[in-house]
Protein backbone atom coordinates (compact mmCIF):
# COMPACT_ATOMS: atom_id res chain seq x y z
CA UNK A 1 0.00 0.00 0.00
CA UNK A 2 1.14 3.46 -0.88
CA UNK A 3 1.42 6.35 1.23
CA UNK A 4 -0.64 9.37 0.57
CA UNK A 5 2.42 11.28 -0.13
CA UNK A 6 3.55 8.71 -2.56
CA UNK A 7 0.20 8.80 -4.17
CA UNK A 8 -0.25 12.65 -4.32
CA UNK A 9 3.19 12.93 -5.94
CA UNK A 10 2.49 10.42 -8.64
CA UNK A 11 -0.76 12.14 -9.18
CA UNK A 12 0.81 15.33 -10.17
CA UNK A 13 3.67 14.08 -12.59
CA UNK A 14 0.28 12.71 -14.20
CA UNK A 15 -1.11 15.91 -13.89
CA UNK A 16 2.32 17.89 -15.61
CA UNK A 17 2.02 15.36 -18.18
CA UNK A 18 -1.42 14.97 -19.23
CA UNK A 19 -1.83 18.98 -19.39
CA UNK A 20 1.33 19.63 -21.27
CA UNK A 21 0.37 16.97 -24.20
CA UNK A 22 -2.99 18.85 -23.99
CA UNK A 23 -2.04 22.01 -24.35
CA UNK A 24 0.69 20.71 -27.04
CA UNK A 25 -2.21 19.21 -28.94
CA UNK A 26 -3.77 22.46 -28.64
CA UNK A 27 -1.16 24.95 -29.73
CA UNK A 28 -0.25 22.74 -33.35
CA UNK A 29 -4.12 22.43 -34.06
CA UNK A 30 -3.62 26.73 -33.40
CA UNK A 31 -0.72 27.11 -35.69
CA UNK A 32 -2.07 24.89 -38.44
CA UNK A 33 -5.83 25.83 -38.69
CA UNK A 34 -5.62 29.43 -37.14
CA UNK A 35 -2.24 30.54 -38.43
CA UNK A 36 -1.25 34.60 -38.27
CA UNK A 37 -3.49 37.28 -37.86
CA UNK A 38 -6.32 35.41 -38.40
CA UNK A 39 -6.49 33.68 -35.60
CA UNK A 40 -6.91 37.06 -33.68
CA UNK A 41 -9.43 38.30 -36.43
CA UNK A 42 -11.80 35.11 -35.69
CA UNK A 43 -11.04 35.22 -31.25
CA UNK A 44 -9.31 31.95 -31.46
CA UNK A 45 -6.78 32.68 -28.59
CA UNK A 46 -9.87 33.05 -25.99
CA UNK A 47 -11.60 29.73 -27.43
CA UNK A 48 -8.18 28.03 -27.31
CA UNK A 49 -7.46 29.39 -23.60
CA UNK A 50 -11.11 28.01 -22.42
CA UNK A 51 -11.14 25.23 -23.70
CA UNK A 52 -7.15 24.86 -22.50
CA UNK A 53 -8.47 25.95 -18.78
CA UNK A 54 -11.25 23.55 -18.65
CA UNK A 55 -8.82 20.74 -20.01
CA UNK A 56 -6.34 21.24 -16.88
CA UNK A 57 -9.26 21.47 -14.77
CA UNK A 58 -10.49 18.05 -15.39
CA UNK A 59 -7.27 17.00 -15.32
CA UNK A 60 -6.36 18.37 -11.84
CA UNK A 61 -9.45 16.74 -10.38
CA UNK A 62 -9.77 13.28 -11.46
CA UNK A 63 -6.01 12.81 -10.86
CA UNK A 64 -6.00 14.31 -7.30
CA UNK A 65 -9.01 11.95 -7.16
CA UNK A 66 -7.06 8.97 -7.81
CA UNK A 67 -4.51 9.89 -5.77
CA UNK A 68 -6.84 10.57 -2.97
CA UNK A 69 -9.22 7.21 -2.99
CA UNK A 70 -6.25 4.48 -5.05
CA UNK A 71 -4.28 2.95 -2.15
CA UNK A 72 -2.47 0.60 -4.43
CA UNK A 73 0.28 0.70 -7.21
CA UNK A 74 -2.31 -1.33 -9.48
CA UNK A 75 -5.04 1.04 -8.53
CA UNK A 76 -3.68 3.92 -8.61
CA UNK A 77 -2.08 2.89 -12.41
CA UNK A 78 -5.93 1.80 -13.19
CA UNK A 79 -7.16 4.69 -12.15
CA UNK A 80 -4.37 7.10 -14.43
CA UNK A 81 -5.29 5.25 -17.43
CA UNK A 82 -8.94 5.62 -17.12
CA UNK A 83 -8.42 9.47 -16.41
CA UNK A 84 -6.44 9.48 -19.67
CA UNK A 85 -9.61 7.83 -21.43
CA UNK A 86 -12.07 10.36 -20.00
CA UNK A 87 -9.20 13.27 -20.89
CA UNK A 88 -8.48 11.66 -24.22
CA UNK A 89 -12.52 11.74 -25.47
CA UNK A 90 -12.58 15.47 -23.96
CA UNK A 91 -9.51 16.18 -26.66
CA UNK A 92 -11.27 14.46 -28.90
CA UNK A 93 -14.34 16.73 -28.34
CA UNK A 94 -12.65 19.70 -28.65
CA UNK A 95 -10.70 18.79 -31.77
CA UNK A 96 -14.14 17.95 -33.32
CA UNK A 97 -15.20 21.64 -32.34
CA UNK A 98 -12.38 23.12 -34.01
CA UNK A 99 -12.46 21.14 -36.67
CA UNK A 100 -16.05 22.78 -37.61
CA UNK A 101 -15.37 25.97 -37.10
CA UNK A 102 -11.49 26.39 -38.93
CA UNK A 103 -11.09 28.67 -41.53
CA UNK A 104 -10.98 27.11 -44.88
CA UNK A 105 -10.96 29.31 -47.57
CA UNK A 106 -11.03 33.39 -47.61
CA UNK A 107 -12.96 33.68 -50.58
CA UNK A 108 -12.63 36.52 -53.18
CA UNK A 109 -16.40 37.97 -53.64
CA UNK A 110 -15.81 41.12 -55.94
CA UNK A 111 -15.52 44.16 -53.12
CA UNK A 112 -14.24 41.74 -50.46
CA UNK A 113 -12.79 38.43 -48.94
CA UNK A 114 -15.04 36.55 -47.13
CA UNK A 115 -13.76 33.80 -44.25
CA UNK A 116 -15.33 30.32 -45.65
CA UNK A 117 -15.23 27.72 -42.37
CA UNK A 118 -15.64 24.34 -42.31
CA UNK A 119 -19.45 23.86 -41.22
CA UNK A 120 -20.44 26.69 -43.51
CA UNK A 121 -20.14 24.59 -46.74
CA UNK A 122 -22.77 23.44 -48.53
CA UNK A 123 -21.95 20.32 -51.20
CA UNK A 124 -24.42 21.53 -54.29
CA UNK A 125 -22.71 20.25 -56.82
CA UNK A 126 -20.97 16.76 -58.60
CA UNK A 127 -19.24 18.79 -61.04
CA UNK A 128 -16.97 21.09 -58.88
CA UNK A 129 -13.28 21.03 -59.92
CA UNK A 130 -12.10 18.16 -57.36
CA UNK A 131 -8.78 20.50 -57.11
CA UNK A 132 -10.77 23.02 -55.62
CA UNK A 133 -12.79 21.43 -53.33
CA UNK A 134 -10.17 19.06 -51.82
CA UNK A 135 -10.02 20.42 -47.97
CA UNK A 136 -6.85 19.02 -46.14
CA UNK A 137 -7.58 19.08 -42.63
CA UNK A 138 -3.95 19.68 -42.37
CA UNK A 139 -3.06 22.48 -44.15
CA UNK A 140 -4.57 25.91 -43.15
CA UNK A 141 -6.85 28.53 -45.04
CA UNK A 142 -6.39 28.78 -48.63
CA UNK A 143 -7.65 31.60 -51.01
CA UNK A 144 -10.92 30.88 -53.23
CA UNK A 145 -12.17 32.64 -56.39
CA UNK A 146 -15.81 32.58 -56.35
CA UNK A 147 -18.14 33.06 -59.80
CA UNK A 148 -20.48 35.84 -59.02
CA UNK A 149 -23.81 36.60 -61.21
CA UNK A 150 -24.99 39.59 -62.71
CA UNK A 151 -28.27 41.22 -62.70
CA UNK A 152 -29.06 39.24 -66.10
CA UNK A 153 -27.53 35.99 -65.42
CA UNK A 154 -30.14 33.00 -64.71
CA UNK A 155 -30.75 32.03 -61.19
CA UNK A 156 -29.46 35.74 -59.87
CA UNK A 157 -32.99 36.21 -58.00
CA UNK A 158 -32.65 33.19 -56.29
CA UNK A 159 -28.94 33.43 -55.63
CA UNK A 160 -29.67 37.21 -53.66
CA UNK A 161 -32.16 35.31 -51.70
CA UNK A 162 -29.76 32.72 -50.76
CA UNK A 163 -27.35 35.36 -49.72
CA UNK A 164 -30.03 36.82 -47.78
CA UNK A 165 -30.55 33.98 -46.10
CA UNK A 166 -27.11 33.58 -45.10
CA UNK A 167 -26.06 31.21 -47.67
CA UNK A 168 -23.56 33.24 -49.37
CA UNK A 169 -21.84 32.37 -52.86
CA UNK A 170 -18.14 31.44 -51.21
CA UNK A 171 -20.18 28.65 -49.31
CA UNK A 172 -21.81 26.95 -52.38
CA UNK A 173 -19.23 24.62 -54.08
CA UNK A 174 -21.19 25.55 -57.41
CA UNK A 175 -19.47 28.90 -57.40
CA UNK A 176 -16.36 27.85 -56.60
CA UNK A 177 -13.71 28.63 -58.93
CA UNK A 178 -9.31 28.59 -58.64
CA UNK A 179 -7.99 31.75 -57.07
CA UNK A 180 -5.23 32.19 -59.65
CA UNK A 181 -8.22 32.24 -62.11
CA UNK A 182 -9.49 35.32 -60.32
CA UNK A 183 -6.05 37.09 -59.97
CA UNK A 184 -6.78 39.71 -62.36
CA UNK A 185 -10.49 40.37 -60.96
CA UNK A 186 -8.84 40.86 -57.59
CA UNK A 187 -5.95 43.33 -58.78
CA UNK A 188 -8.72 45.42 -60.40
CA UNK A 189 -10.46 45.77 -57.13
CA UNK A 190 -7.94 46.82 -54.63
CA UNK A 191 -8.19 49.74 -53.01
CA UNK A 192 -4.82 51.61 -52.74
CA UNK A 193 -2.81 51.65 -49.96
CA UNK A 194 -2.23 55.30 -48.92
CA UNK A 195 -3.85 56.16 -45.90
CA UNK A 196 -1.65 57.20 -43.03
CA UNK A 197 -3.49 54.54 -40.24
CA UNK A 198 -3.06 51.82 -42.57
CA UNK A 199 0.43 52.58 -42.96
CA UNK A 200 1.16 52.79 -39.05
CA UNK A 201 -0.94 49.62 -38.27
CA UNK A 202 1.69 47.50 -39.78
CA UNK A 203 5.01 46.54 -38.40
CA UNK A 204 5.93 45.62 -41.67
CA UNK A 205 9.02 47.94 -42.73
CA UNK A 206 8.52 46.50 -46.43
CA UNK A 207 4.95 47.49 -46.22
CA UNK A 208 5.95 51.08 -44.94
CA UNK A 209 8.53 51.54 -47.02
CA UNK A 210 6.45 50.50 -50.23
CA UNK A 211 2.82 50.87 -49.90
CA UNK A 212 1.94 51.38 -53.60
CA UNK A 213 2.83 47.21 -54.03
CA UNK A 214 0.25 46.60 -51.75
CA UNK A 215 -3.47 46.81 -51.94
CA UNK A 216 -6.36 45.58 -49.92
CA UNK A 217 -10.01 44.35 -49.82
CA UNK A 218 -12.36 44.09 -46.71
CA UNK A 219 -12.33 40.89 -44.64
CA UNK A 220 -16.05 39.67 -43.82
CA UNK A 221 -17.21 36.15 -41.82
CA UNK A 222 -19.55 34.79 -39.71
CA UNK A 223 -16.99 35.32 -36.80
CA UNK A 224 -14.95 37.92 -37.58
CA UNK A 225 -14.21 40.06 -34.64
CA UNK A 226 -14.34 44.06 -35.39
CA UNK A 227 -13.01 45.15 -38.64
CA UNK A 228 -10.03 43.49 -41.08
CA UNK A 229 -8.76 44.10 -44.07
CA UNK A 230 -6.88 41.41 -46.15
CA UNK A 231 -2.91 43.05 -47.61
CA UNK A 232 -2.65 41.51 -51.22
CA UNK A 233 0.59 41.89 -53.31
CA UNK A 234 0.02 43.47 -56.52
CA UNK A 235 2.71 41.95 -58.05
CA UNK A 236 1.25 38.38 -57.59
CA UNK A 237 -1.91 39.00 -56.12
CA UNK A 238 -0.93 37.07 -53.07
CA UNK A 239 -2.52 37.89 -49.88
CA UNK A 240 0.55 39.11 -47.34
CA UNK A 241 -1.25 39.76 -44.63
CA UNK A 242 -4.17 40.68 -42.34
CA UNK A 243 -4.69 44.14 -40.42
CA UNK A 244 -7.26 45.65 -37.97
CA UNK A 245 -8.88 48.30 -39.68
CA UNK A 246 -12.08 49.31 -41.69
CA UNK A 247 -11.49 48.44 -45.27
CA UNK A 248 -14.88 50.39 -46.05
Known amino acids: MLQLGQRLKSSLFFFVAASALVALALF?????????????????PRIIFVLGCGAVLIIATLSTAVGCTRKTQKDLRRGFVQVAAIVFLCLLAAVKFLLDVRPVYLA????RFRVVEAHEIVDDTTEADSSTRARNI??????LGVKLLSAGDPGYADSVLLSAAGLHPSFRQSR?????DQKFE?????????????????????????????????LVGSHVKGDWIVLIR???GEMETLLPLDGW
Not at 138 to 143: A, E, I
Not at 176 to 180: G, K, S
Open 28 to 44: ILLQVWFPGELRVALGI
Open 108 to 111: FEGD
Open 138 to 143: FSGPQL
Open 176 to 180: WLQYA
Open 186 to 218: VLRNLKPLTERSILESSPSLQIRAHPRNFGFLP
Open 234 to 236: RSD
